[in-house]
């Protein structure tokens, strides 16, 4: 059986994978993702781009592997919110996104075969007004310090919107699981 790599640390990632009862291994990708956010200014190709970065890398250590990668962009006003890594970032990122709408980006790479499958999943999501100590208290709770966002809506950051548009709930948490069934499928790899 063909090895399969997730190309992430990410434990969300992973926990999304077993969902599909693949057997597969988790490497985190050497990358620096700095240069590509300077260089591509549209939200779509950038996060494509990242998820071919990191596939990329673990694809020149494992060449026969089937590679699974993602990338996830919070896209607001023109700009991104990345991780907010600390507690005052954080506030500042829901701050922003109180009573306002958003996109959420979700990419998704498969390398098999010397073929590369790509797929992108948008999401809108509006999220209801907060007051300051609902922000706090929220991020006590829940702690999205290394969440796009600054929230995590497999948890209890589902609280804060008033409405999500979407095709595949399963990408707001990373990886679009319906299109990355089917394509596993194809390659087959027997999903579920």
């Known amino acids: 059986m063909r090895q399969i790599i997730l190309a992430s640390s990410s434990r969300y990632r992973q926990q999304q994978l077993k969902q599909l009862n693949l057997d597969f291994c988790s490497i985190a990708p050497d990358v620096d993702e700095s240069p590509l956010k300077t260089q591509i200014s549209d939200h779509i190709a950038l996060s494509q781009a990242l998820s071919r970065l990191k596939a990329d890398n673990i694809k ?6 089937i590679i699974i990668a993602g ?6 006003q023109q700009g ?7 507690e005052a970032n954080a506030f500042q990122q ?20 010397g073929q590369e499958y790509i797929h992108s999943h948008i999401a809108t ?3 209801r007004k907060l007051s300051d100590q609902q922000i706090h ?7 999205p310090l290394h969440s796009c966002g600054a929230y995590r809506i497999e948890a209890q950051g589902i609280a804060l919107f008033e409405t999500l548009d979407c095709e595949d709930f399963s990408a707001i948490v990373g990886i679009p699981l319906i299109w990355t069934a089917n394509t596993l499928n194809q390659l087959g790899i027997a999903v579920p």
């Open 80 to 86: 991104i919110l990345s991780k907010p890594i600390t």
């Open 60 to 65: 020149r250590l494992h060449p026969d592997a």
């Open 71 to 76: 990338d996830q962009i919070a896209s607001f």
């Open 94 to 113: 829901l701050r922003k996104l109180s009573g306002q709408q958003h996109r959420l980006i979700s990419s998704v790479v498969i390398y098999a075969d």
């Open 137 to 143: 208290r929220y991020i006590a709770q829940d702690q």
């Open 125 to 127: 999501l509006q999220m």
